[in-house]
């Protein structure tokens, strides 16, 4: 096996950092963004939609953005990436000061192509590191997320009442996250930008360097689609839950700073369970350990069914997080191997397009639902959500059964 040399160490670290840093002002975004709303805007079932948006952006932006990155290199993209967070927080923080609804769901929309790059770390993590490394390199890098847990809901405690109105000053650090998100890319080495070409008679040595397949063929393995279903479920059922729960703690007559609270352990949930997903899934398997995600998003809406009270919040959300993190975490590392080096950017950007086009659509739904017809259905509709995962893996292992030879368990 080989090992991680000190270069590569630090490259990964450093993208550790930019997770941390970048997922700190995406957490912000979702941690304040229901409640700024409200504070101007009458209808409050459309408090999500600015959130909504930069999930719609995601979906829009994440194909031009990884093919972006193949051609110019992951580094530059990132960073063009860090330039639209800059952008798009500034006019998020200026349609709060106007009062402009609107301008805040155009921020939301700019905010997606920032998103759409931070959620590619993990594919370039895999870039940094040995195949030998592949699931513990995603999973170190999704392990920056443990600070952003503390960073992001800090950050908004701190700023939300420093400036009328309120969660002003949290828009102005969302810019400076993105600012130093921007300089810390400077200082990471990403693998050169190799052209790709077809090598007669290849074999086994030449694998790398086979043609690059048409999207309807990566897209019909049956790996790539459990895979792809998986993280769908696994990012919707988070974004339905999460976006809607500073809404419903607020609706229980508890204080702003309780909704802080619960996405803080939330966020904790998500990301501290990657210091060992990554070595869950070598000794155990992908899809046992995506089973073992399913089954805690399902815990955690028996969580969020059984109370309304702080603990019931608390609860539910920090499952949520731990059964995103097994879920999603095994389902990239089971989409890496669906498909060739010459292949990566438009396999990535249609995952991703499925991921959070999934996304968009709970997130508005999470706001509706909420305020037309409450926590407990919102739950309820979860449940039909993480069915279609438990339909997916169990998919996935009888194709395995049948077929062993074409990918690991």
Known sequence: MVSLDGRMRRNIF??????????????????????AVVT???????????????????MLWVFPASLLMQRMGRRFGFRVGSVFGMIGASIVGYGLYSASFMAMCLGGLMLGYAVACLQMYRF?????????????????????????????????????????PLYLATYIGMVCVHITVFTLMSFIRFPPQAEVKA??????????????????????????IAAALSGMVAFGTMSFVMSASPLAIVACGMPHTEAHWVIFLHVLGMFVPSFFTGNLITRFGTSMVMLWGIGLLLLGVVAGLTGMTEWNFRIALTLN???????FVGATALVTTCYRPSERG??????????????????????????????????LFAILLVAVAVLAVGWLRWQLERQPQQAPG
């Not at 450093?14 to 409640?35: E, P, W």
């Not at 438009?346 to 409450?374: I, P």
């Open 40 to 58: 101007f805007y009458p209808h409050r079932d459309f408090a999500t939609l600015p959130v909504t948006l930069q999930h719609l952006g995601v």
């Open 321 to 327: 997080g731990v059964g995103w993190n097994f879920l």
């Open 14 to 35: 450093l993208l550790a950092c930019c997770q941390a840093i970048g997922q700190a002002g995406n957490t912000m975004m979702f941690s304040a963004t229901a409640l």
């Open 124 to 164: 370039a993590a895999v870039e940094l590191a040995p195949p030998s490394h592949r699931a513990k390199a995603i999973s170190w890098v999704t392990a920056g997320g443990v600070a952003a847990a503390v960073l992001g809901p800090s950050l908004v405690r701190w700023t939300h009442d420093q400036l009328v």
């Open 346 to 379: 438009k396999a990535q950007a249609l995952n991703d397009f499925l991921v959070f086009g999934t996304t968009a659509s709970t997130s508005f739904l999470a706001g509706f639902l909420q305020e037309r017809l409450g926590w407990y259905p919102l739950n």
């Open 199 to 224: 090598v007669p008679g290849g074999g086994a040595q030449a694998e790398n360097l086979l043609p690059a397949r048409p999207l309807r063929v990566i897209a019909s393995q049956p790996r790539f």
